[in-house]
Nanobody, 116 residues
Framework: QGQLVESGGGLVQPGGSLRLSCAAS????????MGWYRQAPGQERELVAV???????HYADSVKGRFTISRDNAKNAAYLQMTRLKPEDTAVYYC??????????WGQGTQVTVSS
């Protein structure tokens, strides 16, 4: 598919920072919400943060105050700035976009590992 392309994952020490990017194809229009989910081994996929087209945001309690979600509507892109990372943040992070004509779209996932 390649309609959502993620980047920015990697290995970081506790307390460090990473910035994840999600770029949706410019041909995808009418995206209402974009969000980031994560899934750790043996755990369910959970919502990390979501942002509407108008800038309304919602965060999981576990990341509130540490992560910031943003988007650039002109670029069809979303970002997740992660700071003060903890080992429990280790997971595969997935970008999700809700499109009027295509429904829910998912990225391929990018690995974030927080370890000393």
């Amino acid at each position: 598919q390649g309609q959502l392309v993620e980047s920015g994952g990697g290995l970081v020490q506790p307390g460090g920072s990473l910035r994840l990017s999600c770029a949706a194809s410019r041909s995808i229009f009418g995206i209402s919400t974009m969000g980031w989910y994560r899934q750790a081994p043996g755990q369910e996929r959970e919502l990390v943060a979501v942002i509407s087209r108008f800038g309304d945001t919602h965060y999981a309690d576990s990341v509130k105050g540490r992560f910031t979600i943003s988007r650039d509507n002109a670029k069809n892109a979303a970002y997740l700035q992660m700071t003060r990372l903890k080992p429990e943040d280790t997971a595969v992070y997935y970008c999700r976009a809700s499109s009027l004509q295509l429904g829910a779209l998912w990225g391929q996932g990018t690995q974030v590992t927080v370890s000393s």
